[in-house]
């Protein structure tokens, strides 16, 4: 199957060169003002640095990426691709097109970032060029620019040659890949603060999901009354969503990946939103909150939600560094194993299920407890399995720690009051010199809270 392609739109504009003439002629010469050195700069030469070390000799491609195809001549909004980013310290504003290339010389390899050429005033294709001119997308940053904004050499995309044998180019090389991804598990400073400011403006629009309560109630599309209001906020403190929102009501939370957030929000029934926000420097959160719509929990609702913030503060407590990353799961499974049997649900007992071969809980909990969390939501994901699930932990990895409990509707091996609940709690946690900081604990955990939380919002409406 062949990738989908815009269809060709035609100018409209008159093709003389007397019209040429005059509109490549009347412009304002641009400023060229010079900006001061982006914070990221620095960190992403090291990272650079780091991946030369590991490739020497080789000529290594990082392209950003070009735009991709919604529908007809209608692209998705750029998002450059997360290895450029990471390596360039370009976000925000990344130019489809562009190239990061490492060629290697003495002591390592030589940075260039290249970039399509401009189709500004003086270029028939500013009017002409529906994807590139400036008049239809705005001006392209000025290669002085970006050298001074990213401490980069920058050229022209046209001073390019093409990838030859032995050099080495992102999606077309796995060696490549894995080792941008293991690149990637330690976060830097600087990738710190930003996930941090995710989570942040993450916890904002979780407050405004809350006090979109009683307005996703009287609309038979409530789950998209609550998208939208943390979605504004998305876009208002970043790049926006930084992936498809889990907005999941009553029986809609025990479908894992719950997109089409098209049905209503009930009283009495659990709210499931899963949810975080991408920063202009593309890092995003990933968090779960799950609330009682009413505001307060039933018994039995209350009792499934304590379970899995058992699971979770389990798996918090034993992270630290020198432990494996598969442990956490491991740690959260125990308690989600002995709480199914304490309720009646295993058919054998829970030490039984928590072999290997048998993991009978995982019934009611199919996917795993963490996954690594930075430039992309599951990132680092073509690790190695030794470096990833296998992996120690060491100080400065980031990753989410999500249990969660299932019963379905149609699940007939619970009792009927279990059904259609769905809970997840899911926060995301740094590991440090001696153990570990939830980075999203300050968004209400414990049931008593999440009620009072939901009853403070209501106050304030």
């Not at 077309?172 to 598990?185: F, N, V």
């Not at 038979?220 to 926006?240: M, T």
């Not at 680092?380 to 120690?392: I, K, L, P, S, T």
Request: include cysteine; charged fraction near 20%; hydrophobic fraction near 40%.
């Amino acid at each position: 199957m062949t990738e989908p392609t815009a269809a060709p739109r035609k100018s409209t504009l008159p093709t003389t060169a007397e019209f040429a003439e005059y509109m490549g002629s009347g412009w304002a010469e641009p400023s060229g003002e010079i900006p001061a050195a982006a914070p990221v700069a620095a960190y992403a030469a090291v990272r650079r640095q780091a991946l030369s070390a590991s490739f020497p000799g080789r000529r290594l491609f990082i392209p950003a990426g070009e735009e991709a195809i919604r529908s007809n001549d209608v692209e998705y909004e750029f998002r450059a691709h997360s290895a450029f980013v990471h390596l360039t310290g370009w976000g925000f504003g990344a130019v489809p097109g562009s190239v990061l290339v490492l060629t290697p010389r003495e002591g390592g390899h030589a940075a260039t970032l290249h970039l399509p050429p401009p189709a500004g005033p003086g270029s028939p294709a500013m009017f002409t060029d529906h994807g590139r001119g400036e008049f239809w997308i705005g001006p392209q940053p000025a290669l002085a620019e970006l050298a001074a904004q990213f401490l980069i050499d920058t050229a022209d995309l046209g001073d390019l040659s093409a990838p030859g044998e032995g050099d080495l180019q992102v999606g077309a090389s796995a060696e490549l890949d894995r080792a941008l991804s293991e690149l990637r598990l330690v976060k830097d400073d600087f990738e710190i603060a930003e996930l941090q400011k995710a989570v942040d403006a993450t916890s904002a629009g979780f407050d405004d999901v809350v006090r979109a309560l009683p307005d996703a109630q009287k609309h038979p599309r409530g789950e998209r009354v609550i998208e939208g209001a943390f979605g504004n906020r998305a876009r208002v403190e970043g790049n926006g969503v930084g992936y498809g929102s889990v907005v999941a009501s009553g029986g809609h939370a025990c479908v894992l990946h719950w997109w089409r957030n098209d049905g209503p929000v009930e009283p009495g029934d659990l709210l499931l939103v899963d949810a975080g926000m991408e920063m202009d420097s593309c890092y995003t959160a990933d968090i779960t909150r799950t609330l009682p719509v009413s505001g307060i929990f039933s018994q039995v609702q209350r009792q499934i939600y304590q379970a899995v913030l058992d699971a979770a503060d389990a798996a918090v407590a034993i992270v630290r560094p020198g432990i494996r990353f598969h442990e956490i799961h491991q740690a959260a499974m125990e308690v989600i194993a002995a709480r199914l049997e304490d309720w009646g649900l295993l058919p054998v007992p829970a030490a039984q299920a928590l072999e290997p071969d048998q993991q009978q809980h995982r019934r009611y909990m199919v996917h795993g407890t963490s996954h690594h969390l930075g430039l992309d939501v599951h990132d680092c994901a073509q690790a190695r399995h030794e470096h990833y699930a296998d992996g120690v932990l060491v100080p400065g990895m980031v990753f989410t720690i999500e249990p969660g409990l299932y019963f379905r509707d149609d699940d007939l091996t619970v009792p009927p009051e279990y059904r259609g609940i769905g809970v997840r709690i899911e926060d995301d946690i740094l590991v440090t010199q001696d153990g570990c900081r939830n980075l999203s604990g300050a968004i209400p955990r414990t049931a008593d809270d999440v009620e009072s939380w939901v009853g403070s919002m209501a106050e304030l409406r």
